[in-house]
């Protein structure tokens, strides 16, 4: 499956972003987001099953970011009190979950968050 990632740019801290990410087909694994700052390894972000089942949070976004999923192919990130250390590369994946690698990335979306 082909991931397609969008929302990404610059903002302020404090500030709020929505990442979207539609997949080339159906499909029922979980979708979700993995992020990359500079330097640093990739982390797992937030996962959902379809219509938002078992949504899951990394512990340094929980209560900011949101996750949904009403479709079999999108799913979308609601990024709200922004913080300087949320920039990063955010990549959609597919199956996501903090405990395995996915099967399949999406290109990358970059956020910037200044303070």
């Known amino acids: 499956v082909q991931l397609q990632a969008s929302g990404g740019g610059l903002v302020q801290a404090g500030g709020s972003l929505r990442l979207s990410c539609i997949a080339s087909r159906f499909t029922l694994n979980t979708l979700g987001w993995f992020r990359q700052a500079p330097g640093q390894e990739r982390e797992f972000v937030a996962s959902?099953?379809?219509?938002?089942?078992?949504a899951t949070y990394a512990d340094s976004v929980k209560g900011r970011f949101t996750i949904s999923r009403e479709s079999t192919r999108k799913v979308d990130l609601q990024m709200t009190r922004l913080k300087p250390e949320d920039t990063a590369v955010y990549y959609c994946?597919?199956?996501?979950?903090?405990?395995?690698?996915?099967?399949?990335w999406g290109q990358g979306t970059l956020v910037t968050v200044s303070s």
């Open positions: 959902a099953g379809w219509n938002t089942a078992g």
């Open positions: 994946a597919s199956p996501a979950s903090p405990a395995r690698n996915p099967d399949y």
